[in-house]
């Protein structure tokens, strides 16, 4: 969610900050600033809303200084409001925070009592108010911040810069990610290493409860007894130019026309070209010894896990329990001996999830996680990494990372089903074979906008829309109700097919469209039969089907839109770009914020 970055150098800070804060957009924010220090004394610019809106504040009102710290904001405490907005602090000290500090209200009590005056909100301005208050009392900004952090509970990331000393900043983290950046005389701070990446590309990943102090000279590492602290500088993957919009309108737009190379790449990783047979990296366990998987995910990625689940059970016939991660390690499952916990994230910080890996790990079961961020996490705290080779997506809403996780979980399947002996060379080469043939197939699906553009006119006019499919296809609605309400504010719901005459069928008239993923096959009598009873009620139909389908569904359906051709395997995928396609151009329909949606952030760093 929330976005850090902090410099330490020679160079103008101010443009430097502000860059950066520009790559973290994709997270989501609703306000922004900037602190840093000028002639030693610390001031800063603040503003509601956008980045454009900070920009405007330091047009009028410069902001020089060679050390600071900037910040996008995702309100937790406190109204997304200017006074509310990173950095907070005093003359002392100015600080920005990821996370929640659990236990502000005591703190707050405790300094106020102290003397100390709070004007904010915000949890965060608890650790500005503690740091200053031992600043006050004598100690060194070290020693200041190192007593504020043994007595913070809950999850931060957070730097800090300070009066009186030009060439210092401190940064910390607990359960929220922070990458420090080694430049040639000057030192970075970032929430990620994207935000960081036209700066350097030399990382160091500060480990869950540790802090490090920087000058532009380099840094130390210590952790929360303050014993110097081991840490590894990697060299990031991510080059600095990977984030324009490439003439595309939105950032959305350039990452479903994505899809099909983010999908050949990824398969590209899992496929031997020679033998056509998926190959994964060696695994610390024998997937045909698992006797169970948990499949746990937030959002998007859960729905790839429940296309997952399907593939798995059906090829490997193995059982696959799903849970969101924010309700698994609540409910306390019991688990297989030497299970397969299988996460599956995007950016690799994801509270929920991560929390889940750690009670999963608890729990004594093997851990194999999904991800998209190499250097996340969740990756370093994995027995095994499956890489989805997707880039950087900056909108908040999923897409393409969504089809590589796919493709991942496609292969895993295949290849956790030859290890268990329920697919044999035959099976597995026409599996394959529908996995190659999907990056072709998705490039057919631009083709289509005119079909897709004219359902969108039907949706936009919705207040409620119904999503119907079954099978492996009813995640495919799943992720289409919620890619609608992500980016268009229209509310859609999901259903099994099958769950239509046990309750939605209530709510079918000509005001709600019904969007149903249909593919032939064994499935598509049931599927046309729901269908056909919800258009006898004066339902409007918008059916995503193939050619064989499409015949039969032209009879009842309002707008058919026909998909290429493929093989039942795949298909989940081709229609998940389908459904996503359809959001999109209702959200253009909608004039809402496409890339940014309200209230919502790429990566959900706390619980």
């Known amino acids: 969610m929330c976005g850090i ?14 860059g950066a804060l520009r790559r973290l957009e994709y997270r989501g924010y609703d306000s922004a600033g900037i602190a840093t220090l000028v002639n030693g004394h610390i001031e800063r ?17 410069a902001l020089p200084g060679v050390t600071g710290i900037g910040h996008t904001r995702w309100a937790t405490h406190g109204a997304p409001t200017e006074g509310n907005a990173h950095p907070h602090g005093t003359e002392r000290v100015s600080v920005v925070h990821n996370g929640i500090i659990e236990n502000h209200a005591e703190l707050r009590a405790e300094l106020e009592q102290a003397g100390q005056n709070f004007t904010t909100e915000t949890d965060t301005e608890t650790v500005a108010q503690m740091v200053d208050l031992h600043l006050k009392q004598g100690m060194t900004p070290s020693q200041a911040a190192h007593a504020c952090l043994k007595r913070l509970h809950g999850a931060y990331a957070l730097a800090m810069i300070f009066a009186g000393h030009p060439e210092l900043m401190i940064g910390a983290r607990h359960g929220a990610p922070l990458a420090v950046g080694f430049g040639e005389d ?46 590894e500088i990697k060299t990031s993957a991510l080059p600095g130019g990977a984030i324009g919009k490439d003439g595309y309108r939105h950032y959305m737009e350039k990452e479903l026309h994505e899809h099909p ?28 010894t698992i006797p169970r998987i948990t499949m746990t995910a937030c959002g998007s990625a859960f729905y790839a896990g429940l296309i997952g689940r399907s593939w798995l059970e059906s090829e ?11 309700e698994l390690r609540y409910r306390e499952p019991p688990l297989a001996r030497g299970g397969l916990g299988l996460l599956i994230s995007q950016s690799g910080e994801t509270a929920d999830t991560l929390a889940a890996l750690r009670s999963l790990r608890e729990a004594g079961q093997h851990v194999l996680s999904v991800l998209n961020v190499a250097e996340s996490t969740m990756a370093r705290e994995s027995d095994i990494v499956l890489d989805t080779i997707a880039g950087p997506e900056i909108c908040v809403a999923s897409t393409k990372a969504f089809t590589a996780q796919l493709s991942v979980l496609a292969c895993l399947a295949i290849a956790t089903g030859r290890a268990r002996g329920t697919i044999d060379e035959a099976r597995e080469e026409i599996l394959v074979q529908a996995l190659l043939d999907l990056p072709g197939r998705a490039a057919e699906l631009f083709g289509l906008a005119p079909m897709i553009q004219q359902a969108a006119q039907i949706v936009a006019e919705a207040r409620d829309v119904l999503y119907l499919g ?8 799943l992720e289409g109700a919620l890619k609608l309400k992500e980016i268009s504010y ?85 229609h998940s770009i389908a459904v996503q396609m359809l959001a999109y151009e209702v959200a253009l329909l909608k004039g809402t914020d496409v890339d940014q949606p309200r209230n919502l952030a790429k990566s959900v760093t706390v619980e």
């Open 490 to 574: 229209i509310h859609a719901e999901a259903y099994a097919a099958g769950e239509m005459k046990h309750g939605p069928i209530a709510l079918i008239d000509r005001n709600v469209p019904i969007v149903a993923s249909a593919p032939s096959g064994r499935l598509f009598d049931k599927t046309a039969s729901n269908l056909q009873e919800a258009q006898a009620r004066g339902g409007r139909l918008l059916v995503f089907t193939d050619p064989d389908g499409a015949a039969r569904m032209e009879r009842i359906a309002e707008c058919t839109i026909v998909l290429p051709e493929t093989h039942a395997f795949a298909a989940p995928i081709l």
């Open 261 to 288: 190379l983010v999908i050949g790449q990824t398969l590209q990783r899992m496929i031997d070209p020679a033998t056509r047979r998926v190959v994964l990296p060696e695994l610390p366990f024998d997937l045909a």
């Open 186 to 231: 000057e030192m970075f701070l970032g929430s990620d290493s994207l935000a960081l990446a036209p700066l350097t590309r030399r990382i160091a990943y500060l480990r869950d409860g540790d802090w490090a102090v920087l000058s532009r000279h380099g840094a130390e590492f210590f952790d929360l007894d303050g014993t110097p602290a081991p840490f």
């Open 45 to 61: 610019r603040r503003a509601e809303g956008k980045l454009d809106n900070l920009g405007i504040v330091l047009e009028r009102f």
């Open 470 to 477: 079954r099978g492996s296809h009813f995640p495919v609605a």
């Open 5 to 18: 970055v902090g410099v330490v150098g020679l160079r103008d800070a101010t443009p430097l900050l502000f």
């Open 316 to 326: 490997a016939r193995i059982p696959v329990d799903a849970d969101v991660a924010s």
